[in-house]
């Protein structure tokens, strides 16, 4: 997932209308979005969707997150040049202190898996 302020410039890019989500948190508390791409996971898994939160920032799902845990790194199957298309920047740019780590290009597309870092050092998942 790639959070965008404004999907708008991603559905011109890509020439395709965003589709609105929505969910209930357990306190009954519903969250908005718009994304796209979604549908596409399912055909080429290595590329990520696009998503525009529509509910305030107090309500994203990762605030009160605890800052001990963070992603550290990204371990996916594929090939950055396709999913640097797709995200029409670097794949780098929108991940920012979070470490890729291309394996298995010719594999099957899709994360591999995601290193957490934690109080008690580095998990793989």
Not at 107 to 119: E, K
């Amino acid at each position: 997932m790639v959070a965008v302020d404004d999907i708008s410039t991603v559905e011109t890019r890509l020439g395709r209308e965003a589709a609105v989500g929505s969910r209930h948190r357990p306190d009954g508390t519903e969250l908005r979005w718009q994304q796209i791409g979604i549908n596409g996971l399912i055909a080429d898994p290595q590329l990520p969707f696009f998503i525009e939160w529509d509910s305030p920032e107090e309500l994203h799902p990762s605030n009160g997150a605890d800052p001990a845990y963070s992603l550290a790194c990204l371990e996916i199957a594929g090939d950055p040049q396709r999913v640097s298309e797709w995200l029409g920047e670097t794949v780098e740019a929108p991940l920012e202190d979070v470490k890729v780590e291309w394996v298995a290009p010719h594999g099957t597309p899709g994360i591999i898996a995601a290193q957490v870092q934690t109080p008690h050092g580095l998990v793989r998942l």
